[in-house]
């Protein structure tokens, strides 16, 4: 059981580039979301997707897109990246929203140079 | 948005309880009290939660005070590998919630 998983790890780009960061897990859970975490910061959230086939906005989207492609993956794009991107970004799904734990995967640390 | 106040850093003697706390003020009924640490280069760990009632699980327990404006998050013995920030968040219904800056806990051998 993997849990939730990020690829890739790592990811230097320059600016202009474009990528997008893949998350997928095998929890059947409904929610997923995309948070980016500054050094010294504390997680802000990019997007989420409630359930399959939606999305919305959550606290720093600008610069983002997402995709919830089905329920077990949700993808974020940088249509062109810029160094103030540059950040560690972490997907997590949970079962019910609020009430239920999120499952975090390890992070896919970017470079924006 | 309710929010979360809780102070920047804790040290806590080895193989001692450590008591992490987190104020919320502006808590709603149906707010669930969450916790989550962060140990270095990894993404946050689930610790507990709870919404009115203490929890306890194996990684700890939660005191969550009688008129919900503040709570306690328990490690009854603490171990290096305890070492991480802890991040208090309240969440239901509203998905837009942030971590905030947490608690540095650092354990002394």
């Known amino acids: 059981n993997a849990g939730v998983t990020q690829t890739p790890k790592f990811q230097v780009l320059k600016t202009g580039q474009s990528m997008t960061l893949q998350c997928a897990q095998d929890?059947?859970?409904?929610?997923m979301y995309w948070y980016r975490q500054d050094p010294g910061m504390g997680l802000r959230l990019i997007y989420y997707?409630?359930?399959?086939?939606?999305?919305d906005k959550g606290e720093v989207p600008n610069g983002y897109n997402v995709s919830r492609l089905n329920k077990r993956e949700f993808s974020l794009r940088l249509e062109s990246a810029a160094p103030s991107q540059t950040s560690v970004y972490f997907c997590?799904?949970?079962?019910?929203?609020?009430?239920?734990?999120?499952?975090f995967g390890n992070g896919t640390r970017l470079t924006v140079t | 948005d309710a929010k979360t106040t809780q102070p920047n850093s804790m040290e806590s003697n080895e193989e001692e309880p450590v008591h992490l706390p987190c104020n919320h003020s502006?808590?709603?009924?149906?707010?669930?009290i969450h916790w989550y640490r962060q140990l270095p280069s990894q993404g946050p760990e689930y610790v507990i939660h709870?919404?009115?009632s203490n929890v306890n699980n194996r990684m700890a327990s939660l005191a969550i005070a009688e008129d919900r404006k503040s709570s306690t998050l328990i490690l009854h013995r603490a171990t290096l590998r305890d070492a991480a920030v802890y991040y208090c968040?309240?969440?239901?219904?509203?998905?837009?919630?942030?971590f905030g800056t947490g608690t540095r806990l650092t354990i002394i051998p």
């Open positions: 997590a799904s949970s079962d019910r929203g609020g009430v239920s734990p999120l499952h």
């Open positions: 929890m059947n859970h409904n929610s």
């Open positions: 997707s409630a359930s399959e086939g939606t999305t």
């Open positions: 502006t808590i709603s009924g149906t707010d669930y």
């Open positions: 709870g919404l009115t």
């Open positions: 968040i309240l969440y239901f219904g509203n998905e837009k919630l942030t």
